[in-house]
């Protein structure tokens, strides 16, 4: 039997502060994947985010883009990243979610990719170009019954509605976009409070965790005001560029997030 | 069967709107409005008075006699060449302006890879006053100089596009993500029948205009509405979407859509999707696409800018997957034959992606009462430099 799932866990114990990071598969170089990840669990992360990466990522900025050309010029790849997962529970603790776009998972086969990801340990998958309708109608017990947690995006612009459906498909929490931006945007994240308050006020089911635009303890700081915590993509992505000491480099960068 | 989009935006297994939540809300208002909108009176109105007094339609359907004696059959050609800015571009840009009005956008994005789109987006920015921008990719601008040059004198600001493959692709991501950055006050309009529902079906509505010609036109010089066949280029599939649009429910015209094979379908450097790809998502909706095993988006080559893309649209994957259309190449060297013998047969200098369709000519086998309708989607001389390489 597969344990509970971890996301769980965590939302159980801890309510704030939570600490998302996201991370490359096979960046900076095609074996760091385990070492990244060792690193963030060991340097105060709550959640590793791995990204599978895709030619056309179309949400994400240029600092993700070119994270995701050079891994795929190293030939990272879904059955390979899989392969590097295989012994992960052994050392690895902390709830692990994958993000990518939905053409590679199609072409992998969404089944065999939901049951892969379920049996190396992996506890929750996103995929933001996968619609609410296609979810509901084709794939959510796919999900539910390899379990894993879908985790769906809103932003600012979501309507009320909108964030109540959301909300009541989605498990795990809810990734909430601090601006209507692609990846590595540094939009104040102040001037979005009232965006914040409202999720806040609204009282989902499902924990918030605040995404795009965080780079230091001060963006960290604002996010988790109104939420349950946040996601840190680009600007960690930028500090493993030319690093040579990942762990070194990931414990620089998470001191500077959280301290 | 129907070849109509259904209310999740699907041709059969193909289309739907696979978009990232910050591209909900513009779409979803396109998705509520855009058929409102363009069945207004108003809309329709303003929109056939430009099409009529700006863009210079009906644009001809010319008998092609040299043509028509060499390859057996009674050919014609539909000139969209000849509309304003000089190709079928500008009927969809038209009514995209007039529609980003009346949603109340003051700025235009969009995407080119011939460099047509953009300058028949340029265009309409400066005739209605709004601010444009046209992502391009390095490789396009640098290989249809001439276009870009008439963007910049309409004053669009040209975006150049160092990702990827440097081309069409990559120019539409770019775009793409220039509209979930700028959510609230911008129309992106996309020039072919791809994307995210609403586009395919609107995009193929205001290209329609084409074969509701074409229809008219025929029955005026022959007697009979329908052709034998019609033959359109497809890249994305915009001009042949409009040229088959009126014929699709007509069974007995053969639609007949070319592919540019680049230097062979199996030589590596082609784009011929129907032939290279598999289902597949990009760019919102889920189509044919070039691919790897793994799902990355493979990097198409054609000589014509306007063709080297790895998709269709969903319509022209449904038409493939159903039969309803025939689906043919040409090469780059086919290509560029078909556009020499069309200017030196009929005195026309077409377009290279549209010298694409003229290749079949050789491969069909006609009867000499055939009436052959070809879209002629776009006139040659931004492609004159390529041209003149090929002459020495």
């Not at chain 1, 599978?52 to 190293?74: F, K, R």
């Not at chain 2, 809309?43 to 390859?71: I, M, W």
Request: net charge negative; hydrophobic share 40%.
């Amino acid at each position: 039997m597969r344990p509970k799932n971890r996301l769980d866990k965590l939302f159980a114990e801890k309510n704030k502060d939570i600490l998302n990071v996201y991370c490359t598969a096979g960046y900076p170089h095609l074996e760091s994947t385990a070492a990244v990840m060792q690193a963030l669990q060991q340097n105060g992360a709550d959640i590793i985010e791995i990204g599978m990466p895709y030619s056309d990522p179309l949400a994400d900025g240029p600092v993700i883009q070119q994270s995701n050309m050079t891994a795929l010029e190293h030939g990272m790849s879904i059955p390979l990243l899989f392969d590097q997962l295989g012994k992960m529970r052994d050392t690895i603790h902390i709830p692990v979610i994958l993000m990518g776009y939905l053409n590679p998972v199609l072409q992998y086969g969404m089944a065999a990719f939901c049951e892969a990801a379920n049996k190396v340990g992996v506890d929750g998958i996103i995929l933001p170009d996968l619609p609410i309708h296609e979810y509901e109608t084709e794939f959510r017990d796919l999900f539910l019954s390899n379990g894993l947690h879908f985790i769906f995006l809103v932003t600012p612009d979501t309507p009320e509605a909108r964030i109540r459906k959301i909300d009541s498909l989605s498990s795990g929490f809810i990734y909430a976009v601090s601006s209507s931006s692609t990846t590595g945007n540094t939009a104040p994240i102040e001037q979005q409070e009232a965006y914040f308050k409202k999720l806040q006020d609204m009282n989902l089911i499902n924990p918030i965790l605040v995404g795009f635009g965080i780079n230091d303890s001060t963006t960290f700081r604002a996010a988790c005001r109104y939420s349950n915590g946040a996601i840190i993509g680009s600007a960690y992505i930028r500090t493993l560029t030319d690093v040579t000491d990942i762990g070194m480099a990931t414990k620089e960068f998470l001191n500077k997030i959280t301290g | 069967m129907s070849f109509n989009v259904n209310e999740h935006g699907y041709y059969g297994n193909y289309g739907g709107a696979y978009i990232p939540e910050m591209l909900y809300p513009n779409v979803n208002i396109l998705q509520e409005k855009y058929l409102s909108i363009i069945h207004e009176p108003g809309f329709r109105q303003e929109f056939h008075q430009l099409l009529t007094d700006y863009v210079g339609r009906p644009t001809p359907l010319f008998r092609a006699n040299r043509l028509s004696d060499k390859y057996g059959a009674r050919i014609y050609l539909k000139r969209e060449d000849l509309c304003h800015t000089g190709a079928h571009k500008i009927n969809n840009t038209i009514g995209q302006i007039l529609l980003a009005g009346r949603l109340g956008k003051r700025r235009i994005i969009a995407e080119t890879g011939a460099g047509q789109h953009g300058v028949a987006t340029a265009t309409v920015c400066a005739l209605k006053g709004l601010e444009c921008v046209v992502y391009m990719g390095e490789k396009d601008i640098e290989r249809q100089a001439p276009n870009v040059a008439r963007m910049k004198m309409l004053g669009a600001t040209v975006v150049p596009v160092s990702s990827g493959s440097k081309t069409l692709k990559d120019a539409t991501n770019e775009a793409i993500r220039d509209w979930i950055n700028n959510p609230l006050d911008t129309h992106y309009i996309i020039g072919s029948v791809v994307g995210p529902h609403p586009y395919p079906d609107m995009v193929a509505r205001f290209q329609s205009v084409i074969s509701e010609e074409i229809k008219k036109q025929l029955l005026d010089q022959t007697g009979n509405a329908n052709p034998a066949y019609v033959i359109a280029c497809v890249g994305g599939g915009s001009n042949a979407a409009g040229a088959f649009y009126h014929f699709l429910d007509e069974e007995q015209v053969k639609l007949i859509a070319v592919e540019a094979a680049g230097c062979g379908i199996h030589s590596g450097k082609s784009a011929a999707t129907t032939q290279l790809g598999r289902p597949g998502i990009l760019h919102g909706s889920k189509s044919l696409l070039m691919q790897t095993a793994d799902g990355q988006i493979t990097e198409p080559h054609s000589i014509s800018a306007g063709l080297d893309y790895p998709g269709i649209g969903p319509l022209h994957a449904h038409l493939y997957e159903s039969g309803r259309a025939i689906f043919m190449s040409a090469t780059d060297a086919e290509a560029l034959a078909s556009a020499f013998e069309l200017s030196r047969m009929e005195g026309i200098i077409p377009a290279l992606e549209t010298a694409h369709a003229v290749f079949v000519l050789n491969k069909l086998n006609f009867r000499k009462d055939d009436v052959v309708v070809i879209c002629l989607s776009g006139r040659g001389d931004k492609d004159l430099d390529t041209y003149m390489k090929y002459i020495s």
